[in-house]
């Protein structure tokens, strides 16, 4: 096969027949295609996309994820949102003057609307996000349509950050897994200013290892350079860097740090010094260190079977690999611990302790205390005492919030925790009802007990407040490998 193939896609118009029908199965079909043949072929560069990024199919599905998302409220500098898109345009006719705009050439994305946002931990620093138009959204989710499969045929299996069918939980179950297999000695990573920093060039290139169609790179490029606007309404440069917002902006990240994966992750594959169990036991033998490496988008860390000479030296080579794409590691976030000291990772703690009245040592998953504090946070501003919200409206709020991080941490060592958040949020909204009706205790009791004297969760108009005690605590187990959405050859498919 040539390295650079058309895409057929098959004769006829696009969405004659049932396909008009059926826009998602057909983007389905062509994006099983694309990956399969990725897959069969990685030195294959793909032309003739374009025609599939601005085809009706295409553009339907991408505006449907758009209207979805809970940022369609949000408006980019034009000040249009997805709602008032569909009311005042109409989607059809907003579809078809988009892709007449692309097919002519005549598309230009908008400048970037800036806004601050705190980042977790609370401590007081900002996360600078990019809001594209909601037009540009749409185009970006249509590349990303077609990007996306043809993409993850490359990507390793040691990142889980912005990839279909993965989550955090992986990347915590891999840390859990190694940490009991002698990988002791842990690079703590983190990627300064990852997202404004990547190097336009050095990406476009990756890019270009897959991507031959000039239209599509100079999409792609034209979305990378079309600036930002601040939240004092200057305009900006974008020189480097892929804003976070952006709906194609992950998938840039990982096309970029995927450099780093290829790298570090090179010593598995077969033919690699590490590929088998008694390669890398034959080299503990010998005195040489095994590494693996765990990325969930700009933060990674890399386990070490051996010492921490071992990880220095690892820490300089890693500096070495992403010099070439404008990114350097954070000296204030990166460092060299060991697991029995612990560190923490995508808001859980990991550390390995000695078993409760046992001789034997585990590897622990915790909450760390920064997700925790964050909560209470978002609790305490809810129910301030002088508040005059409706109860039943804050406890929708508290338990939208509750609930959603209960979820995400109920796979760690948790009980404790949940039970601390419970007391925590029953205490704060007793204290708020009890200055806000003039309230003695024992009005309390008679609002949240049974005549039987039995104590009741505290409800207001048929909305009980979520315990979090309730939800079963499970460890989540090593998926040791994790399918894409799509087939990987078209005998499956």
Not at 79 to 98: K, S, Y
Not at 341 to 369: M, P, S
Request: aromatic share 8%; hydrophobic share 40%; glycine share 8%.
């Amino acid at each position: 096969m040539t390295k650079a193939a058309p895409v057929n896609i098959g004769a006829g118009p696009v969405l004659e027949g049932p396909v008009r029908d059926d826009p998602v199965g057909w983007v389905s079909r062509i994006q099983t295609k694309l990956h399969c043949w990725a897959t069969a072929d990685p030195g294959r560069r793909f032309d003739d996309l374009f025609n599939l990024v601005h085809d009706p199919a295409t553009l339907v599905v991408a505006w449907e994820r758009v209207a979805r998302n809970r940022g369609s409220r949000s408006a980019g500098t034009d000040g249009l949102t997805a709602a008032r898109i569909a009311a005042e345009v109409g989607v059809p006719e907003f579809l078809n003057d988009l892709r007449e705009q692309l097919r002519d050439g005549t598309f230009v994305p908008q400048p970037v609307r800036e806004r601050k946002i705190p980042k977790p931990g609370g401590h007081g620093k900002m996360r600078r996000l990019g809001i594209p138009t909601v037009t540009d959204r749409v185009v970006q989710a249509a590349l990303k349509l077609v990007l996306e499969p043809i993409f993850e045929a490359d990507f390793e299996p040691v990142s889980y950050g912005f990839r279909p069918k993965r989550r955090a939980h992986d990347a915590i179950a891999e840390i859990h897994l190694f940490g009991t297999q002698q990988y002791r000695w842990v690079l703590d990573a983190d990627i300064e200013a990852c997202f404004d920093r990547i190097d336009h060039t050095a990406l476009m290139g990756r890019v270009r290892d897959r991507v031959k169609d000039k239209r599509v790179l100079t999409l792609v490029r034209a979305f990378l350079k079309a600036g930002l606007l601040t939240e004092l309404g200057m305009f900006e440069d974008t020189h480097t860097g892929t804003p976070q917002g952006g709906i194609l902006s992950p998938l840039l990240a990982n096309i970029a740090l995927s450099v780093l994966d290829e790298h570090l992750h090179a010593d598995w594959k077969p033919g690699g010094r590490m590929h088998t169990n008694d390669q890398r036991h034959g080299r503990r033998k010998r005195g040489h260190p095994n590494h693996r490496l765990i990325r969930y988008a700009d933060d990674f860390v890399v386990m070490v079977n051996g010492t921490r000479a071992d990880v220095e030296a690892l820490h300089e080579e890693i500096v070495g690999v992403l010099a070439p794409m404008g990114l350097t590691l954070s000296p204030a976030k990166t460092r060299i611990t060991h697991i029995d000291d612990g560190f923490e990772f995508l808001g859980f703690r990991i550390q390995r302790r000695k078993k409760r009245g046992a001789n034997k040592w585990h590897v622990y998953t915790f909450v760390a205390d920064g997700p925790l504090k964050s909560v209470k946070a978002k609790i305490r501003a809810l129910t301030r005492r002088t508040s005059q919200v409706d109860l039943a409206d804050t406890l929708i709020e508290i338990n939208q919030i509750s609930r959603g991080w209960v979820n995400y941490f109920r796979h760690a060592v948790a009980s404790r925790t949940f039970n601390h958040l419970h007391q925590f949020t029953w205490w704060r909204i007793v204290r708020w009802q009890r200055t806000r009706r003039r309230w003695n205790w024992k009005a309390v009791r008679r609002w949240l007990t049974t005549p039987t004297g039995r104590w009741r969760p505290i409800h207001a108009d048929g909305i009980e407040l979520f315990n979090p005690t309730a939800v079963p605590i499970r460890r989540y187990r090593y998926r040791y490998s994790i399918p894409t959405p799509w087939p990987t050859s078209m005998k499956t498919a």
